[in-house]
């Protein structure tokens, strides 16, 4: 469990980042976390793995493949997602101005780094 903290720290340290979590895709339970005060880690989870459930779907109907990356920008921020290999999303909340370029490579590190 100590590594799976260890990675979503590495996500918050991206300036912007209010807090990242390792989520279940199917289930959308958290695995790991670490958010800053206020952020519903629940609630988001469960949003996260819907979105990308129904995403996947989409894509796979419409011949795009699947997806590796999912960016939801909202009047108050923004959220990040990747899918990871055995079934885990990698999850960041963000503020609007967030580098998501940069928060977005070190979700992929993170991501690469389950295997």
């Not at 260890?6 to 807090?19: E, L, P």
């Not at 390792?22 to 880690?41: F, N, P, R």
């Not at 899918?83 to 960041?92: K, R, W, Y």
Request: aromatic share 2%; charged share 15%.
């Amino acid at each position: 469990m100590a590594a799976f903290q260890a990675m979503v720290d590495r996500v918050t340290r991206v300036r912007g980042v209010r807090g990242a979590m390792l989520v279940g895709g199917d289930d959308g339970l958290v695995i790991a976390a670490s958010l800053m005060a206020g952020v519903e880690g629940n609630a988001v989870a469960a949003l996260s793995a819907s979105l990308l459930k129904k995403l996947r779907r989409a894509a796979l109907a419409a011949g795009a493949g699947l997806p590796k990356f999912l960016h939801l920008q909202g009047e108050g921020g923004t959220l990040l997602a990747v899918p990871a290999p055995q079934g885990i999303v990698v999850v960041a909340i963000a503020d609007g101005d967030v580098n998501v370029g940069l928060a977005r490579l070190e979700m992929m590190r993170v991501a690469e780094s389950l295997v």
